[in-house]
């Protein structure tokens, strides 16, 4: 009897190497998407390796970034398989992270596939619904803000993004949707054309926040799990990574550049700090 996956890609979260993270997760959904689509397949089976005590929130998360793709989704049992991405002996390696994108540059160097995310047509049409709500020009920016906060770590500075926004924001001719449930960073004021998305009903849809991305006219953020999404995206884009932030694993995938390989000109990742000149910088690149 054939099985109902046979057809499927056959994915694995190994729990016992790195908790199961909103960026990693969209990393590992692109690595299948990309994979189905070179082959023909029809959906993404997905696997959660470990404890079960560690995979009760996991499957929660599983479903919000698995569920939400254009392909068939199905969570399996915790079984290793021989055809599994990424394998056993990949995921065995020392330097091995769910977060890394050197498998999508592989990807993309072997099959010329661009890595966008492949969202559900329901959801993408929800997007564009919230979309037309706003007049004018559209940006979604997320604004990473984890204790302790340290700037090194790429968190947001809200005094800088404040004289940002006094710049920028517009109600009705230049809006900035502030995607994430992160609290707002210490001196970062609000004000009109400027919303937050956990304020609104949006907030409480996760995958609708991060669908989101995809129908802006930009995209503008710290370097988080969230931004992923603007990678893997035709949106122009500039994320800011501080330099001392993860400095091995970035000079290994994107070397001294700003594009990775499978990116637009204007879609771009900054590894310095993100003052209010050079945000204003990043705005003048993905508006133009």
């Known amino acids: 009897m054939k099985s109902e996956t046979a057809d499927y890609v056959h994915l694995v979260w190994d729990l016992n190497r790195e908790r199961l993270t909103i960026g990693g997760a969209l990393v590992l959904r692109q690595e299948g998407e990309m994979i189905a689509q070179q082959q023909g397949s029809k959906g993404l089976a997905v696997s959660l390796v470990g404890p079960e005590s560690t995979r009760k929130a996991a499957k929660r998360l599983a479903h919000v970034i698995f569920g939400s793709s254009t392909y068939s989704y199905q969570l399996m049992s915790a079984t290793e398989r021989a055809n599994t991405w990424p394998t056993a002996k990949v995921r065995g390696e020392d330097d091995f992270s769910y977060f890394s994108f050197s498998r999508v540059n592989a990807l993309h160097l072997k099959t010329g596939l661009k890595p966008r995310l492949q969202w559900r047509e329901s959801l993408l049409a929800s997007a564009s619904q919230v979309r037309r709500c706003f007049s004018g ?23 800088a993004w404040s004289a940002f926004f006094r710049q920028h924001a517009a109600e009705g001719k230049c809006n900035f949707l502030l995607i994430g ?5 210490l001196g970062l004021e609000l004000r009109p054309g400027v919303i937050r998305a956990k304020s609104t009903p949006l907030g409480q849809d996760l995958a609708l926040q991060l ?9 503008l953020g710290m370097a988080s799990g969230l931004c992923t999404v603007a990678n893997f995206s035709d949106t122009p884009h500039v994320i800011f990574k501080h330099s001392v932030h993860h400095p091995v694993e970035m000079s290994r995938e994107l070397g001294s550049g700003r594009i990775f390989p499978f990116a637009g000109d204007r879609q771009q990742l900054w590894r310095c700090e993100a003052n209010t000149a050079e945000l204003s910088q990043a705005f003048h690149l993905i508006s133009s």
């Open 211 to 219: 669908a989101m991305i995809g129908v802006s006219d930009g995209f």
């Open 137 to 159: 020009r559209f940006y979604c920016v997320h604004l990473k803000s984890v204790a302790p906060f340290d700037p090194e770590e790429s968190n947001a500075a809200g005094p």
């Open 181 to 185: 449930d992160d609290p707002l960073p």
